[in-house]
Every structure is written in structure tokens, then in C-alpha cells.
């Protein structure tokens, strides 16, 4: 999560990248739906072509223009993009929804829900468990161990 | 979005956030599984009171100690939690997965999808797409137009 965060995990970058997986790619879409100065809009999408989120690639001769495009790797972030989206549209929107995802067919708003693939289960305790993998080291491990004697001690008390 | 980011958007403030919807409450227990600096510790647990997402209460009278457990804001945040967090494993584990989050009965790894809570589909193009709520402002309505027009490019193209 760390990781993931150090390359997007600024809101100015995140919105450039919910724009992207949009269909927004040229500089000036960008500056003009974000309101973002352009020496910031710059540096941020120069960031997340390093990160390998966007791909710059021209799209017209002369003058050389460039429009920046999402890779599998931007494409595969969008879950976490909705899951945040709707959180704030839930709790933040006090004077309303001012966009949201919606299915095409019906134009009825989405409401996201993070499930297991597996199972079609929603994630979440107790029927999921935070868990050491298989390189885990010893942090991870102490923290497992402490949330496993947490739930038996909750166990415990019913 | 930018709501929600200015609130949690900071690494140590998820990563303290993610432990805390695992069970993690005191604050020595936070410092050890995450390895930060008191100083920092004590100021994020302030702000992600301050704005909701963690609520601090007495569990010992001499001395006064505190712990941090989440809200029901703070629990509602757990899927973009969870989303996050798989995107990070399955791109920035170069190493190999240190923590994930596992299905309680069985042990095996959970595989976490955006889905609609109403239709069961992942929510994702071209069976959703962005639009306008009805607070939308002239920023949003640009937006919104701009890829309605891309889509009816893109649609041209087949």
C-alpha cells in the first residue's frame, strides 16, 4: 500500500488519473476539467508515465503534441478510484452529487461494493481476515499475531 | 474525491487507518506495527479524529490512557482499504506478498472486485461510465460533455 501511494498518492495525481481512465488525454482537457496550474499538471503526468500509469505518445506532427493514455497498470487502478469515489459522494457531498458512475444501460447510479471474486462475498470481518503472506516479515508477523489474540480475546467475551 | 484525500490522502494516515479497522487501538501497539515516529503518530490519530474517521476514548483511569477505534465513517472506508491494498500486491510485491487479506473459514486469499451491489457487475467501461449528479457544476458538465463526445468518437471508430 505504501508503494502504491508514493506514486499516486497525491490528490492532484489522482484526479488526473480518474480523468484519464475517462477518456480525457490531452494537456489541455486536463487543465481545463481540473482547474490545475500548468506547470503542476505537467510535473504530476510526468510522475505517473515514471510510475507506468499513463503512456505520452503523439498523436500529431506539426507542432509534436502528446496525449497521455492509461497503461494495463492505470487501467487496473480504476476499482480503487470507484471505491473512493463513492466513499466521498457517501460522506463528503453535502451540497450533493456532483458526478458519479452510473451504469450506461439504465443511467441508474452505481453503488460500489468491494466483494471477493471467489465467493461473491463482501470483504470484511469477520467473514475476512487480514493475513502474513508468504514474505512477510517480522512487523507483519507481530501484527498478525496481536489481531489474532485481539479476535480470541473477543471471542472470549461473548 | 479531493474531500476524502484531504482528510485520509497521506500514507501514515491510511496505513494507521488500515491497522485500526484490523483491530489495532493503543497507541504503543500502532508505533510497533507500523515502525513511526510518536511525534507523527500522535498528530495523524488527532487529524483522523478530527475529521470522523477514528474515535478516541478512555480504557484505563490511573493513568488516564486513550485508544483509537474506528467510527462507522472510519469503517465504511475499510473497502477502499481493501482495494488499495490488492492493487499494491499485485504490482509493487516485488518480493512477494508481506499481508493480505484472506477468507476467515478457508484460509485462502480473498480477490477483491468493484462490483455494483445492485446489478453483481464490475463496475467498469463500457457498462459504466462517468456522468453529472445533480449537483454538478459548470466544471463537471464540461467534463461530463467532453467524453460523452469521445465516446461517440470512439463509437464511430468501429
Chains 1, 2 share one sequence.
Do not use: C
Not at 484526479?15 to 494537456?27: E, P, T
Not at 461473491?120 to 493475513?131: E, F, L, S
Amino acid at each position: 500500500m505504501g508503494r502504491t501511494l508514493e506514486r499516486v498518492g497525491d490528490t492532484w495525481s489522482l484526479m488526473i488519473l480518474r480523468d484519464a481512465l475517462q477518456g480525457v488525454s490531452k494537456f489541455d482537457q486536463f487543465q481545463k476539467s481540473l482547474g490545475v496550474a500548468p506547470n503542476i499538471l505537467t510535473q504530476r503526468l510526468a510522475a505517473l508515465v515514471e510510475a507506468g500509469f499513463l503512456e505520452r505518445r503523439p498523436y500529431q506532427d506539426r507542432p509534436v503534441r502528446h496525449e497521455y493514455v492509461p497503461t494495463d497498470l492505470g487501467r487496473d487502478f480504476a476499482p480503487v478510484l470507484t471505491a473512493l469515489m463513492a466513499f466521498g459522494n457517501r460522506h463528503f457531498a453535502a451540497e450533493g452529487i456532483a458526478s458519479h458512475m452510473v451504469e450506461a444501460a439504465t443511467g441508474l447510479p452505481a453503488e460500489p461494493v468491494v466483494v471477493d471474486r471467489r465467493t461473491g462475498k463482501p470483504i470484511g470481518a469477520p467473514d475476512y481476515i487480514y493475513a502474513a503472506g508468504p514474505a512477510a516479515g517480522l512487523e507483519v508477523l507481530a501484527r498478525v499475531a496481536l489481531l489474532a489474540e485481539k479476535r480470541g480475546a473477543r471471542l472470549g467475551e461473548v
